[in-house]
């Protein structure tokens, strides 16, 4: 952070990452919170190396834990002098701040949804006087969307939670109040439903989409035939014409391509797995309908198109190899196949090349593919070109085996060549 003329602190960096789920099962809370310095550190290395660095923390025994031995049971030693080698590159001094004072850093891992999911989402150092405030926000919720509210503002300043929950919009109230996927409702910092979603995408009639889906098309027939003998299915709503299983939106699918590009353009084209987790927290679709369409609004994004780095494997630049200024200083060889042909009682498959690059003069060998090898190559080379030429100062080919061999190897330092090999 950084400290203004006021004397204000303002952040000017934030980094999160989420445990692997070994991580999460095996570490202890000590290691987890060890874990967020150690990787703090190694990616603002740049800034901070060469000056004091002041770490706070909510774990008071972390205060001593960088200037203890490797040895000190405490996790594998292995990792623990990853992480101390980290650790001794840094003037640290580690500052203990008791967690219900640490609500800054913990408001940057949290999303800001209703307090009726607050209650999943109390800190281990919360008391008694949060939970009745949250229960309270819970209360003040159910009643306002009773009435048809669409958003309220917590005003209680003194309450220790209003901090925390100062501002619940209630977007697609059976979405986003209801539950939904397991876990906290993604952030929503909007004034009504039209600035997520357009109009027409949400208000328009679904009857005959439901009807034709096959996804939901038994659970449509169960909810407008009651008498057709089918049970309720558990768990299912239905609300202004739209189906709602467990507080998610039943979305069929001849409508998810248009709610997925609706969802992209107003969210500011996040990418395809955050899409689908955060469309998969409000909404039930089916998970290949849900990706195929994602992608092919990505695809067809162009802003998307424009921003997003091609990470396409890059080739180097061509090497070429420079031409010869006299002729028989270079030669280029290769091994081509053809048909049979027989000549005499011998029957040849391949012919052995060596072309001269300056003039263009060539040599052709015929040779059987069956077991020709460097040793071969290399005998040829010295019966039909070195007997009759001189000795080139290069020769080109490619890494065939017959070029990379022993023979041909030794056949070219013996003789000063340099061997010049193409991809």
Known sequence: EQVLDDGRHVPVAFWSRVLAEGQ?????????????????????????????????TDHQSLQSWHKEHVDTPSGPASRRARWHETLAKFDLTVVYIPGKDNTVADCLSRWAYPASKGMQDISAHGDEAETAEAKRIIEMERLMEEEGATCFVVMAADAPLAS??????????PVGAAGGRPGPAPPVGVESDKHLFPESCLQDDWTDDYAKSEAFAAEYRAVTDPDDGQKWPRGLTEEDGKLY??????????????LCEAWH????????KKQALDMQRRFEIDHIVLY???????????????????????????????VPDQPMESVAMDVFSMPEVHI??????????????????????PARKKGLLAKEVAVMMIRHWLTVFDIPRTICSDR????TGGWFKAMCSLMGIRHAKSV
């Open 292 to 322: 195929t369409a994602i992608k092919k609004v990505k695809k067809g994004c162009s802003v998307c198109q424009a921003c997003n780095p091609d990470n396409r494997n890059v080739k180097g630049e061509p090497q070429w190899t420079p």
């Open 400 to 403: 065939g085996p017959q070029f």
């Open 344 to 365: 005499g009682k011998e029957t040849f498959d391949c012919v052995v090349l060596c072309v001269d690059r300056h003039s263009g003069y060539v040599v052709a060998v």
């Open 245 to 258: 299983r467990n507080g998610k939106l039943l979305v069929p699918e001849s409508r998810v391509l248009e």
């Open 265 to 272: 353009h107003h969210m500011l084209h996040p990418g395809v």
């Open 164 to 173: 925390r929950v100062s501002r619940t919009v209630s977007v697609l109230a």
């Open 24 to 56: 999460r099962r095996t570490w202890t809370p000590r290691e987890k919170e060890a874990y967020a310095i150690v990787m703090a550190l190694r990616k603002w290395a740049g800034y901070i190396a060469l000056h004091p660095v002041t770490v706070c």
